[in-house]
Structures are given as C-alpha cells and as structure tokens.
C-alpha cells in the first residue's frame, strides 16, 4: 500500500532524512516513532507531497508512483495536531470540504459528511461551529474529514498531542478501533513509546534521519538492537562491559568489577568474544530479593547497597550501588521493602547484550 525507497531529504547542510527506505501494508497500523528532529515528520511531509524530497528511488502509494505528483492528486490524508479546521464552516462544511473541491456535489458530500460523522462517533454534529467544539470533538471532526475521501492512506502528524492525559487515553483506543474498522493504513507520528506501543502493529524508530530499529512493539520493548534503541524505549539500567562467550543467542558478559552475568542479544552474530558491549535490563525486571537459581536457567546476581529509594505512588524505585554500577530496581509491592538490601537479582532472558559502536578486542 505504501512503499518508500532511498528517500533522501536535505534543509542546505542538515541531512533530515537519509536514504530511508520502508513499506507499510494494506490495513496496517505503522507508528514512526523518534524524538524531535529525528526525521519523523519530514518522513511524513514527503509522503503527503508537502515536500519533495532531494533523492528518491521510489515512493508508491496505492500502487501508483506519487513522485513529483503534487499533494492533492496523492491518494492520502493528513491528519495534523493543530487540527487545521475551518472556523468559518461549520461542522458538516469542514468535512465535505475535499469532497466539493474534488466536484462531489453539495447534498452528496453532506450525507458522506454524516456518515463520516457517525463513525467517528459525532453523530448529530454537522450544524455545529468549530468553537463549540471541545478539543476531543475537534480531532474526531479533522478525522472525519480525513477519512471522507477513502484515502489509501491515512498520515497522523502527533494526532493527539494537544489533548489532555485521560482524552489521550480514550482517543487512542477510538483511533485503533477506527482504523480496524476502516481497514486502512495509518501512518502514525509520535514522539511518545507508550502511544507506539498500545497502537501499533509495527514501529519503525528513528534517529538522525535514518531508521534505527524497525519491528513489532514487542520486539521494540523487549529486543532492542542498539543501546540508543534500548534507552528510548525505557530500559533505565545500562551498564558497561565486555563479551567473554557468546552461545547462540546467549553472552556471558564481564562487568567492571570482573563480575559475570549472562544475557541475550538481539543480534548475536553483531557480537564476538572480546567485544566492548552493554548489557540494558528494565528496572521491573530487577528484583531485590532472594530468588532461586531453580527457577530459571540463567540467573545474574550482583551484591549491592540501598542508597536511594524514591515513593512514586503505584511504585518505588530503589537506587542499588554495586561493583559494576548503579542499577534502578523497581518494586510494586511498596508494603515489603526491606530495610536493607544485600543484593540484586535478574534472568538471562531480561537482560539485553547489545554492541558498543567503539567494538576493539581486548
């Protein structure tokens, strides 16, 4: 349905999208995730036709190559976070609105105009102002008039970042409900992992212009590739060391101090004997109490010190000292910690290897 090959994109010196190549299929939910000047939304301005890019192979949308078509002839949608509504029009006007231009007649486009209005659940809306419009009701109307036309595919430009936390909430379970609905694809910026993660049916992360990692949430949270990868999507305990055998998919790793744990990597064949890597464990994962070797295979323990511990509500977090490095264990159990901590516990499986981009042998 989308497909974009070696799409390179440049403001003078700054190199905002380098020879990024990708493909979203027929209904499938895409999320372009990365922090700001990533190159997420140039990404999205290039698809939409709103900038053409410096180079580019191929960027096919629908079945038809777009390159150098201009942006009302492409068979797409952007919706934007500043909702772009026309505060002359009402309701129903703002919606039919791509319909008259493209000679859809007025009372035609009005029945589509409610209709559309019906799926996004606003029915009864088409005579109201845009200023009577809360701000949820607003995104739902620029979605309506977004999907109005039947777009092959549908751009989301940080859709819900003007809106408060529980709307946030509530508007991603519509948006995912309405695009299985529609079955169209959605391409979805956003900058915020826990959005990509609930939304998504694949994530493609970005950084400096070029895809970092792209896979499923659960290989994104759970199977970093890179330790920029790893630290964006929330793995709070990186700690440095080097590689001592590598099985499978498995690594024994030398931490400072000479301890020695055991981890998976993503990517083993990326790693050798005597490699500098890191290994990247979720402060969840970590335990701090006594846990028996007999249930799991690999078990890592490092004694260490409580030298922090931080109430936040539903959680605490405790700051554990060891030889290797400070380590953040998060426990949901507030009412048993502790007094003392003597050591910090995790599994193979929840700690992630991953290569260090200064690789020598030691």
């Known amino acids: 349905m989308l497909e974009i090959e070696g ?55 629908g079945g038809e190559n777009v390159v150098g078509v201009p942006p009302s002839r ?7 976070q500043s909702y772009a509504l026309f505060p002359h029009m009402s309701v129903a006007e703002n919606i039919a609105y791509g319909l008259v231009v493209r000679g859809i007649s007025r009372d035609d486009a009005r029945k589509q105009a409610s209709k559309a209005l019906e799926t996004v ?34 751009l989301l430009d940080e859709p819900l970042g003007a809106l408060d936390e529980r709307l946030r909430l509530n508007m991603q379970n519509e948006l995912t409900d309405l695009q299985r ?64 055998s590598v099985d499978g998919n498995l690594v024994s790793v030398a931490l400072s ?35 028996s070797r007999k249930q799991c295979r690999h078990l ?17 977090d405790l700051d554990i000292e060891t030889a290797a490095g400070k380590l953040k264990v998060r426990t949901w159990d507030n009412a048993s910690l502790p007094e003392e901590i003597s050591s910090v516990s995790w599994r193979a499986e929840d700690c992630i290897v991953l290569p260090t981009a200064a690789n020598r042998k030691t």
């Open 121 to 154: 659940r606003l029915p009864g809306f088409e005579d109201r102002r845009v200023s009577q419009l809360s701000g949820g009701q607003k995104q739902r109307v620029a979605i309506a008039r977004a999907i109005v036309t039947r777009p092959a595919v549908l």
């Open 181 to 244: 609905q529609l079955k169209t694809t959605f391409v979805y910026i956003t900058h915020s992992q826990e959005e990509a993660l609930a939304m998504s049916d694949r994530i493609v992360l970005m950084r400096s212009g070029r895809i970092e990692q792209l896979g499923t949430p659960s290989e994104l949270f759970d199977l970093p590739t890179s330790t920029f990868a790893a630290e964006f999507m929330g793995f709070e305990n990186l700690l440095p060391g080097v590689a001592r």
């Open 7 to 61: 799409a390179t994109h440049r403001y003078g010196e700054l190199t905002a999208l380098d020879n990024v190549s990708l493909s979203a299929r027929q209904g499938e939910f895409l999320t372009i995730l990365g922090e700001s000047g990533s190159g997420k939304t140039t990404l999205l301005r290039v698809i939409s036709g709103l900038e053409q890019p410096t180079e580019v192979g191929k960027l096919m949308i």
């Open 74 to 80: 492409r068979n797409c949608t952007t919706v934007f």
């Open 257 to 291: 101090g000479g301890s020695p744990v055991v981890g998976i990597a993503a990517n083993p064949a990326g790693i050798s004997q005597g490699d500098l890597v890191t290994i990247a464990i979720r402060a969840e994962r970590l335990s701090h109490s006594d846990v």
């Open 300 to 316: 890592n323990t490092l004694a260490g010190t409580k030298i922090d511990q931080r109430y936040r509500g539903k959680y605490s």
